[in-house]
């Protein structure tokens, strides 16, 4: 009998695979059902170890190594289905998820989610320097139980995500992958970003490179409008990486109908 976290890879793999005969009507289906059964996930579904979970106090990079744990569960062209495990008072920095769909589910812990949505192309194919006008959403408290937060190409799709009080785990599915896109040939890079007032942005403009600056002038029409500078990766953060110790997940793409 399968498990879980079998059956959740392989929805996950039949919502997300990049078939031409997928419909949008059979897509959005399939994509309920996923969220649904992601809701249901708990630690012991991923057989963690609970010690990657232990509370040591306020991060110390001398006592704790990597501030983030990442664990891969399954990986094709079209789907990227890991674990991060954040410790406690640390962040995965503001970062985008270029033309992706991503599902969050926090199934230990507590996180605050800080998400922007692009007022223009994401900054792919300008690399760090790029000024891009954005909209701010409101931050929320996700704790393990509550409901998965959503992604979509074009809204909520850039985020940044603390621990709050405590380590805290959360299963990314996220499609498509980040890295070269055999498809497309796409290499699907993850950009790093900083909040700037209007003031700043216009300041660093005589900074940054020609025509990576947008019209500073005009006053965006949605609320909450800000402005997002491309950045290097922050110093702060980096990543080890656990085996996973779950149920396996080995799904045959040919036979997934």
């Known amino acids: 009998m399968a498990t879980l976290i079998q059956n959740l890879a392989r929805l996950a793999v039949n919502t997300f695979r990049r078939d031409p005969k997928l419909t949008t009507e059979v897509f959005k289906g399939r994509y309920e ?6 809701n249901t996930l708990t630690p ?18 001398n006592r704790d190594g990597a501030p983030v744990t990442y664990m ?3 990986e094709d062209q079209d789907v990227t289905i890991c674990v991060f495990i954040l410790k406690h008072g640390v962040r995965l920095p503001l970062h985008d998820h270029p033309d992706m769909y991503g599902l969050l589910k926090v199934v230990h812990g507590v996180v605050s989610v800080q998400s922007y949505s692009l007022g223009g192309e994401v900054a792919g194919e300008t690399g760090t320097g790029g ?3 954005a909209t701010k ?19 909520h ?25 055999i498809r497309t040939g796409y290499d699907r890079d993850c950009h790093y970003y900083q909040e700037l007032s209007p003031s700043l942005a216009q300041s660093l403009a005589p900074h940054l490179t020609p025509g990576l600056l947008p019209n500073l002038s005009v006053n965006p029409e949605t609320p909450n409008s800000t ?14 990486q656990a085996e996973y110790q779950g149920p396996s997940v080995e799904i045959n793409n040919h036979n997934n109908s």
Do not use: M
């Open 33 to 38: 059902q996923l969220c649904d059964l992601l």
């Open 72 to 74: 891969q569960i399954y």
């Open 227 to 240: 402005w997002l500078l491309s950045i290097p990766t922050p110093s702060d953060f980096w990543c080890d």
């Open 157 to 181: 799709n850039i985020h940044e995500i603390h621990s709050v009080d405590g380590p805290a785990a959360f299963l990314d599915i996220l499609s498509p992958p980040y890295g070269e896109d």
């Open 137 to 155: 959403h409101s931050k929320v408290e996700v704790r393990a139980g509550d409901e998965a937060c959503r992604l979509c190409p074009g809204d």
């Open 131 to 133: 000024v891009f006008p």
């Open 44 to 61: 012991q579904d991923l057989n963690l170890d609970p010690r990657l979970l232990h509370d040591r106090g306020h991060y110390n990079p």
